[in-house]
């Protein structure tokens, strides 16, 4: 701050921090209190009790620690922030706050022990959890929120499949070069979009093709069967991808669900063709038409179809086109430079009645890109690094980062207001589960104890608070 009097300029001086004297010799103060937050949603949605059935063959004398609860624990420090199994410390060397935690040996071996069937078993696992933490939410709230697309909420669950590309900087079974110049894995994602719910993915290698059609159909049919039933046979459910999921295989799969009850929809990339590229030339300027977007801002859109055949896609299939003028930096093709715009092209099976209009239809695409924000926070809630040189273990390092992902995104949905109740990860781990306490004793109640003077104490305590009210799984 400066005060000038009579020309001459002042400089205030700011206070010194106060001096400190460092030692390690602390007692009763605990970091990372608010991930306990975790633990007993894991509890209290069942999840643990469910990990203990699943993986029961892999205590075979019932001695030692219990496998799901060695899972849990991995779970919740891959959600506080954890990279490496040996973070699995942070947890186990506060056993006043989170009880006793395995070891790194041993949580080394029950990911080495984790076979295909017991895999499985951890999914199924995850699904029964889910369909607790949604009973929870209906029961305490509004249930599942809705997706949301144009200022308009979307009827049902929308489901967004992406894949991304890890680099690995080892040799690692089944890593590989991938198609940008790198070196690692493939993985293929799905997330529900109404909650960032990380509901399936699938560990390839990084030479695996982006859009092979048996890939996608085995992500979908694992994230459907981890939607409730009643959600599964009970609303619309909408898939959206890239232009990756345009494969004919797929779709039809898509289409053929309904065959079983499942009423899905699809809106996915489409590559711009010759026979495209015929069409957009062809479309009278008369004939394209303002297309919203997120923020009301307006572009130019128009459909296709009739223009393109689409021969062997499910029938009722609409290709739509957008045009804009490119930002700069923007990646343009040789067809894009020679017409000035830019053009991004989908198909979609929604019907033109119920609000199935071009412009709608394509702001709700677009919002497909979401996808990219989980992903980018889900690499740092696990999957961003994997730990051994073994494929099959790296592929139980991913679901459990998925399970670490969907008990952040049941936290905001059960336990927090407001901001925080759609923060990313990051968000809340610097201002909720990596706070520290004081852990007292007294009245036969072991206390946590957070510091008065934290800007969100009160926030976590309304957490914690909420939390004891839900109502525990039988058994």
């Known amino acids: 701050m400066t ?4 020309g001459t300029f002042y400089v205030q001086a700011i206070g010194l921090r106060p001096k400190v004297h460092v030692s390690a ?12 937050l975790l633990t007993d949603l894991a509890d209290a949605t069942g999840l643990t009790a469910t990990y203990s059935a699943a993986l029961r063959s892999l205590r075979p004398r019932g001695t030692g620690h219990d496998p799901g609860r060695v899972a849990t624990d991995l779970a919740v420090m891959l959600a506080d922030g954890g990279e490496a199994i040996a973070d699995l410390a942070v947890l186990r060397d506060q056993a006043g706050v989170f009880g006793p935690v395995a070891s790194t040996p041993t949580a080394w071996r029950l990911l080495a022990d984790t076979d295909e069937a017991a895999l499985a078993s951890l999914r199924a696992a995850r699904g029964s959890a889910r369909e607790v933490a949604w009973m929870l939410a209906a029961e305490t709230g509004e ?60 560990l390839r290698p990084g030479n695996s093709g982006a859009n092979t059609a048996a890939d996608h159909i085995a992500v979908l049919d694992q994230a459907l069967a981890q939607i409730p039933d009643a959600h599964r046979h009970g609303a619309d459910i909408l898939i959206r991808t890239d232009s990756a999921g345009s494969a004919k295989a797929f779709l039809t799969h898509v289409r053929d669900l309904r065959k079983r009850g499942i009423r899905t929809f699809f809106s996915v990339g489409y590559a711009i063709t010759e026979p495209v590229r015929r069409a957009v030339r062809a479309m009278p300027n008369r004939l394209w038409h303002p297309a919203l977007d997120q923020d009301g801002t307006l572009r130019d859109g128009a459909e ?63 919002g497909h890109a979401t996808v990219e924000d989980h992903i980018r926070c889900g ?18 390092w991913l679901e459990l980062s998925l399970a670490a992902i969907d008990l952040l995104a049941w936290t905001r949905v059960l336990l927090l207001d407001g901001e925080l109740a759609a923060a990313e990860p990051k968000k809340l781990r610097y201002r909720l589960l990596h706070v520290a306490a004081r852990l007292t004793h007294g009245g036969r109640h072991l206390r946590l104890r957070i510091s008065a003077t934290w800007p969100w104490r009160n926030e976590l305590a309304t957490a914690f608070h909420r939390l004891a009210a839900l109502p525990r799984p039988a058994g």
């Open 3 to 6: 005060v000038q009097a009579e």
């Open 25 to 36: 010799d602390g007692s009763g103060v605990v970091g990372h209190a608010g991930a306990r």
């Open 143 to 202: 249930g599942i929120p809705a997706a949301r697309a144009g200022g308009r909420e979307l009827p049902g669950l929308v489901l967004d499949l992406d894949a991304t590309l890890v680099t690995c900087h080892s040799e690692k079974e089944q890593a590989a070069p991938t198609y940008k110049g790198g070196f690692g894995f493939h993985p293929l994602l799905c997330f529900l979009a109404n909650t960032g719910e990380a509901v399936s993915g699938r």
């Open 304 to 366: 296709l179809t009739g223009m393109v055949h689409v021969d062997g896609y499910p029938t009722g299939t609409r290709i739509i086109v957008r045009r804009e003028r490119p930002h700069p930096g923007a990646q343009l093709s040789l067809f894009d430079q020679d017409e000035g715009l830019r053009h991004q092209v989908f198909l979609t099976d929604t019907p033109y009645s119920g609000g199935g209009s071009a412009q709608f239809l394509e702001v709700r695409h677009r």
């Open 379 to 396: 690499k740092t809630t696990g999957f961003g690094r994997f730990p051994s040189r073994n494929f099959a273990v790296n592929a139980v």
